[in-house]
């Protein structure tokens, strides 16, 4: 292991001298059969009947291919599920309209409509290890956000191999990410309308202050994790595969989220960490959303370290200390921070790129919390009363917290909850969370006097 890290080390030296102290540059990264046969025999049979046979068969077989180019076979499944939430009451669900929307290393997603409903549902599909219980599950059934996609309900079904066990989890189907949102745009050769960023970015920060306050960390934060439904502009994040509830004391693996928004404290080797890896991982989506580009596109762990090293300089030993104490003693080549106005565009508001260097801290419990964010200027448009998105639509729901995020850190209520939102009519949200005036009008008062 030592000889590894003096590779490491190594390399690391080799490549900060050769970037040196010049201005951090952001290169663009690289972008992310049927057959068909037939048995046929002769039948004695009169003209007429054999014309007719022919050319029913052609029709089905023309109906059957149009329907699985389609993807819409028309075929009903039905299974017997239990309920993401609440107590564990199996029943039937059936659903319609399957097809293949994703797939990866943890397994498939398919899309699908539920016939009782004629809702569109998302349904992963990934191997069950029968000596474990499934931490995304586990996990799942806990959480109940307006930002976080719906476990809707879960059942397993037998693989094509013996013993083979898959379990199913049946999510809200919502139809774009961020990522292909941002890629839209890019296309555009235009970034993303700065009301979008703030309208998304502020959903992440709720949807992680109610992730930590439940002991999760989500560990895999990235555009591709933040669903949006480009009408309302509603944010889920989604994908709780790597997602843990952590626990201090007990040692967790630093292999883990997508190389360009690790933490530092990552990259380092570290397995103590908190919940703050997500906090970095958010600031990374901000940076990139401004950018059009990912802030720090490493292509290893090493490069991905000299990466942050040319935007915010050579971390001090107490930075180091904070992040991973194994690696105090080791010396870095001495580079200066480069001023974060020059990392970004002319344009860039201000309040903006203040965020973010609050964000992209190298010691982890000075980086703002997810509800510190919420509060700052940068998004104190979104609480203007008269705030819309660009169609002329009302923006989606930002101020339905429940009694859960108030309790957080209910210094901050009165600045999370605008006035024209404590003074609307009192009514229930779809999802459980109270909606924006309940959270003002019945549960918000008494928080709210807490921090007066």
Known sequence: QGGCQREAHGALRLRLRRHGSRAAALPKPSPESASQSMLAKKVSCPLWSRTFFCVCVCVCLSLSLSLYASGDSGKVTTVVATPGQGPDRPQEVSYTDIKVIGNGSFGVVYQARLIDSQEMVAIKKVLQDKRFKNRELQIMRKLDHCNIVRLRYFFYSSGEKKDEVYLNLVLDYVPETVYRVARHFNKAKTTIPIIYVKVYMYQLFRSLAYIHSQGVCHRDIKPQNLLVDPDTAVLKLCDFGSAKQLVRGEPNVSYICSRYYRAPELIFGATD??????????????????LG??????????????????????????????????????????????????????????????????????????????????????????????????SGRELPQLFNFSPVELSIQPQLNSVLVPPHARSQSTSASHDGSVSDSSAQSGSAPGALSNST
Not at 374 to 380: L, S
Request: aromatic share 10%; hydrophobic share 35%.
């Open 293 to 390: 580009q990912p802030i720090f596109p490493g292509d290893s762990g090493v490069d991905q370290l000299v990466e942050i090293i040319k935007v915010l300089g050579t971390p001090t030993r107490e930075q180091i200390r904070e992040m991973n104490p194994n690696y105090t003693e080791f010396k870095f080549p001495q580079i200066k921070a480069h001023p974060w106005t020059k990392v970004f565009k002319p344009r860039t508001p201000p309040e903006a790129i203040s965020l973010c260097s609050r964000l992209l801290e190298y010691t982890p419990v000075t980086r703002l919390s997810p509800l510190q964010a919420c509060a700052h200027t940068f998004f104190d448009e979104l609480r203007q009363p008269t705030a819309r998105l660009p």
């Open 273 to 290: 960490y908190t919940s703050n890896i997500d906090i970095w991982s958010a600031g990374c989506v901000l940076a990139e959303l401004l």
